[in-house]
């Protein structure tokens, strides 16, 4: 099976996508590359080089360079989905969600509810997420708790390039919005992909790794984190599981809760905010679901509750490390 990157995986899948509906529509800022060297269209393919050669293929009428201004484009791709179209509208960052979070939370998301059931809204707001390149507090927040809270929103944070392809084609395909989060550090990892069309569906967690003595649940870059930790665990002896949920909304609670309760130690690693975040939420499932399993306290590794430093030496230390995730599971299994 052919190796790729996730930001090449991502790629296949809207060509593939976009070949076989003619529906589907890719709209955002400079999606198009047009302000890369010497100004030529698609120098690039967007910021982050996940669009490359698609101008060239479906050409200017769905391939969509917009003005910076979230809030039209956003409220635009929502219309379009309800007439018919099946827009892919890129955020750059996830940051920039406050710009139009009510067009996300107060329209997209409510509108088959508003409507009876009656209307369809096909969409899928991509955004790049997460610390480690530098890019201080507004490019670098894990905001996937926000969009997971709210009702009628499909909220997935893929960890592996072939999660990555699957999930965006499975997404596409959903006539409910959908908040695709790409990790930024994760654009150059490779793995293998296969090159036909595939979905991988929502709502079904990785089993990523099998252990009898803990699990760790893992999201988004956290699960390469995990697996290090596991490593390194497994050279003391310690075997540990590793879930990676794929999609927060819905959430596979019934994967989680089982390895739970097989093993009775959980540690939760999350790069979101602790108050009211990702790991909150699961450590709260499984002590109403798997508490007379439990053989230690459940421990949440997470960032502290502070903007994401730009330093670098603040950064490495704000981010959960495998280190640290390493250290947890220690103390769950030594409990």
């Not at 529509?25 to 198009?32: A, N, P, R, W, Y």
């Not at 979230?70 to 791709?77: C, D, K, L, T, Y």
């Not at 798997?290 to 670098?312: E, N, Q």
């Amino acid at each position: 099976m052919p190796q790729k990157s996730f930001r090449a995986a991502l790629n296949e899948a809207l060509h593939q996508e976009m070949a076989a509906d003619p529906r589907v529509i890719l709209m955002g800022e400079d999606v198009t590359g047009g302000v890369g060297g010497d100004g030529a269209a698609d120098a690039w393919g967007g910021a982050f080089g996940v669009s490359k050669g698609l101008l060239g293929r479906f050409g200017p009428g769905r391939v969509l360079d917009t003005p910076i201004t979230e809030s039209a484009f956003v409220g635009a791709a929502a219309g379009a989905a309800l007439t018919g179209l099946r827009p892919v509208v890129e955020i750059m960052f996830v940051d920039f969600i406050g710009v139009c979070l009510d067009q996300v939370m107060n329209q997209a998301a409510k509108f088959r509810y508003m409507f009876g059931g009656r209307a369809r809204t096909p969409m899928v707001l991509r955004a790049t997420f997460g610390g480690g390149a530098r890019s201080a507090s507004q490019h670098s927040q894990a905001l996937y708790p926000l969009f997971t809270h709210i009702p009628g929103l499909k909220v997935v944070v893929p960890s592996s390039p072939a999660d990555a392809k699957g999930l965006l084609i499975n997404a596409i395909r959903d006539d409910d919005p959908v908040v695709f989060l790409e990790h930024k550090m994760l654009y150059d990892e490779t793995g293998e992909v296969p090159d036909k069309s595939y979905t991988v569906p929502f709502g079904e967690a990785r089993v990523v790794r099998e252990g009898g003595d803990a699990t760790i649940v893992a999201l988004g870059r956290m699960v390469q984190r995990a697996e290090a930790a596991a490593k390194v665990l497994a050279g003391e002896g310690i075997q540990a599981s590793i879930i990676d949920p794929r999609t927060t909304a819905p959430l596979d609670a019934d994967t989680i809760v089982e390895f739970a309760e097989e093993t009775g130690r959980v540690v939760v690693a999350d790069e979101s905010s602790p108050r009211c975040g990702f790991a909150a939420d699961v450590a709260a499932l499984i002590a109403e679901e798997a508490f007379g399993a439990l053989k230690a306290p459940i421990l949440k590794v997470t960032p502290p509750h502070t903007p994401v430093p730009y330093a670098p030496v603040l950064e490495e230390a704000y981010l959960p490390s495998a280190e640290r995730i390493a250290d947890a599971v220690r103390r769950v299994v030594r409990a």
